[in-house]
């Protein structure tokens, strides 16, 4: 019956990212009382999830960058072939299994996956449009609690979302006292989890003396740089190579 599985032998190159999107999260959202518009311990939760994809899925990820309830996987290398079911339902179930456990396991939770072929000059772009949704993610959901809050049912203020345009947002928040240029970085450019060198010292058991070496640990950086300035270039060009 192998000739009837259906795609079973689509393969894709590297480099390429694997996106995985929660799927109806906001039930989750609910049925775990998490706090809106943002909650620490669901993006804490989330970035523990990207640190066990980098060091024990198997995947070997160069980084991951996660908000809301998506995660950004960027391969330089692919394992089963470059199988594109493999990759995708590996990755899904991992995080799916990853994420109800770091939540308390209070009822299954699973993801969607795909994959987004690129080269390391699209990396970054990709990666740029990726943040940007991060900040419209932020503006919306701080907009909808708003209106929420005057009384608008969450369907009612989503409708009324559709028509304002990115300044009135600001002015109606900022009318509310939110600024939203103060809320905490990680809510506004998302969490970018990475392989960071780092220059560690100890003693010689033998000699005594003090040594120092270079150890390579898995960093969750909550405050990212915006990746499309030279900051934000720079560092991604030395995870994945120049573009």
Not at 37 to 62: H, I, K, N, W, Y
Not at 103 to 124: E, H, Y
Request: one cysteine or more; aromatic letters at 10%; proline letters at 5%.
């Amino acid at each position: 019956m192998r000739d009837r599985e259906i795609f079973s032998g689509l393969v894709s190159a590297p480099p390429v990212y694997i996106r995985l999107d929660g799927r109806a999260f906001h039930q989750v959202a609910t049925r775990l009382g998490l706090t809106r518009p943002f909650d620490t311990r669901f993006s804490e939760a989330m970035a523990l999830v990207c640190e066990q994809l980098m060091r024990v899925s198997g995947l070997s990820p160069v980084f991951c960058f996660t908000f809301s309830d998506e995660i950004s996987i960027y391969l330089s290398r692919l394992p089963f072939g470059g199988r594109v079911e493999k990759l995708d339902s590996v990755a899904a179930s991992f995080a799916s299994s990853a994420l109800t456990i770091a939540l308390g396991g209070m009822g299954p939770l699973s993801f969607d996956a795909r994959i987004v072929q690129v080269t390391p000059k699209l990396a970054l772009e990709y990666l740029v449009g990726r943040q940007q949704e991060t900040w419209r993610n932020h503006m919306n959901s701080y907009a909808q609690d708003a209106l929420v809050a005057d009384g608008f049912t969450m369907r009612e203020a989503a409708e009324k979302l559709k028509g304002i345009s990115s300044p009135g947002i600001h002015e109606l928040l900022f009318a509310r006292g939110v600024n939203l240029a103060k809320t905490p970085a990680w809510q506004r450019r998302g969490i970018l989890v990475y392989h960071r060198k780092e220059r560690v010292g100890g003693e010689n058991p033998l000699s005594g003396e003090h040594v120092e070496a270079v150890r390579s640990r898995i960093f969750v950086d909550r405050e990212p740089p915006v990746f499309y300035t030279q900051e934000g270039k720079d560092l991604i060009c030395s995870l994945i190579g120049s573009f």
